[in-house]
């Protein structure tokens, strides 16, 4: 009997190799092989680093700023979600991945019992299989000579208890996995647990592009408050000259009520303002996972030079390909495809084993003397007859999941084009719209001191100084904005470059896989 089940075994693993998945190809992306050029996207930039290789405590130059996204990383509620959710994964892959083996038990026990005959048809039972001869379901039972001689009745003759010890070790409905089923669920499962760490690193990507956009756009709200008060002060003493003039019929009530209108506009402004400088406050709280100290808060936007500003362009699109929410799709693909193999596999017969090995004695001393020793192996064959077609449905189900992650795949390269695509063109016009707002609020301001110079001598109304002011004005909180879209567009081409992505935090290391 030991002969054929080694023949058995012999056999399956000859059939091991055997897989009914698909051949897995990556889908080619409906996408052009380089990122624009020409028009509004900038020209390549020969001496700009790689960005992949830039970390991001490299990119951000600001201290405050980067001292914020630390602590971001450290508290964000999302990517403590994300790291959970690969903890999940990976445990349910071993999970899975533990059906590759036996699952093997040891057992240990003791009969005592005054039937003599039941104790006469439990040894008869161990002994009759020292033949080796195998029963009508395939199982095969030995056990040596000392526990066969329990049945002469030899045994506790002085006594009517009897003993009887055994211990076995084995394992119950092996799977022998000829046909690939229960490989291809377990490389379903580490597809999925790959896909779930690639979400974690997009999400981190995410959180530091969002935590630096947030931060900026509360240092340009500030900005704005700012404009807006220097300007309520201005717009007052406006106000306040063009009513004494009124009061003695110098100017007239139309003058002094546009001036009230310009002074009553900035202060609802100011207002306004001070409503969003609190909630950008809230909202960075809320990404960052803590409350952000007020060292780490910024006094205003400045520039807009927080980050560096080179970076690559004219760089082929298979870059993206190595985007996390790309390399997650793609996971989830082969994940999809190894469902369908084991979906097939599950139509042909299952084979199973069932095996131990242990000894049995009447006397506990006696457990493992010589001829003591038992083996059982009981193999099956299942084969499904008829089930409705619910194997053949679960196929295509699989089948047609499988064609789901293919479009989704596919998508996720599009959309990774586009952002980059959208990204390149804010960058090749925002410093030519920088440099144009910059002069426009030079010639407001020449305006506004040539309009009010010419107003005090009797030149000019003092309509024409209300307009040069509102001019000024309004082109000052523009150049504000424009700034923050430069710094907000630089970081998102970090982000949809996939910046960082070759750089390993100390802070939080890559699982190891």
Known sequence: ??????????????????????????????????????????AAATDAPDVTKIGWRDFFTDERLRRTIALGLDNNRDLRVAAANVLQARAQYRIQRADLVPSTSLSASGTYTNNIQGAASTLGGAASGSSGTGTGTGTGTGAGSSAGSGTSGSVGTSSSNFEFYSVNAGFSAFELDLFGRVRNLNRAALEQYFATE??????????????????????SDQDQLAISQRSLTSFEQSLELTRAQFRIGVASELEARQAETTYQGARNDIAVLKTRVAQDK??????????????????????????????????????????????????QLIAQNANIGAARAALFPRISLTATLG???????????????TYTGAPSVSLPLFDGGRLRGNVDLARAQQQAAVSTYEKTVQTAFREVADALAQRGTIDEQLAAQ????????????????????????????????????????????????????????????????????????VAAR
């Open 359 to 373: 000894t049995i004695s009447t006397a506990l001393s006696g457990l493992f003397a010589g001829g003591s020793f």
């Open 1 to 42: 009997m030991t002969s054929k089940i080694l023949l058995g075994l012999l056999g399956a693993t000859a059939l091991a190799g055997c897989n009914l998945a698909p051949h897995y190809v990556r889908p080619v992306g409906e996408v052009p092989a380089a990122l624009p050029q020409g028009g509004v996207y900038p």
């Open 438 to 509: 910059s002069a426009r609020v030079e010639a407001a301001n020449v305006a506004l001191r040539i309009s009010d110079a010419r107003y005090r001598a009797g030149v000019e109304s003092f309509l024409t100084t209300l307009d040069s002011q509102r001019t000024a004005y309004a082109a000052q909180q523009q150049l504000v904005t424009t700034r923050l879209n430069r710094g907000s567009n630089i970081v998102e081409l970090y982000r949809s470059l996939g910046g960082g992505l070759d750089v390993d935090d100390p802070a939080k290391p």
């Open 282 to 331: 809230n909202a960075l709280d809320l990404l960052v996972g803590t409350p952000v100290t007020t060292e780490l808060l910024p006094q205003g936007l400045g520039s807009g030079d927080a980050a560096l500003q080179v970076l690559p362009a004219g760089i082929r699109s298979d870059v993206l390909l190595r985007r996390p929410d790309v390399l997650q799709a793609e996971h």
């Open 198 to 219: 690639e979400a974690q690193r997009s999400t981190r990507i995410s959180l530091i592009a969002e935590i630096a956009t947030a931060w900026l756009t509360l240092a």
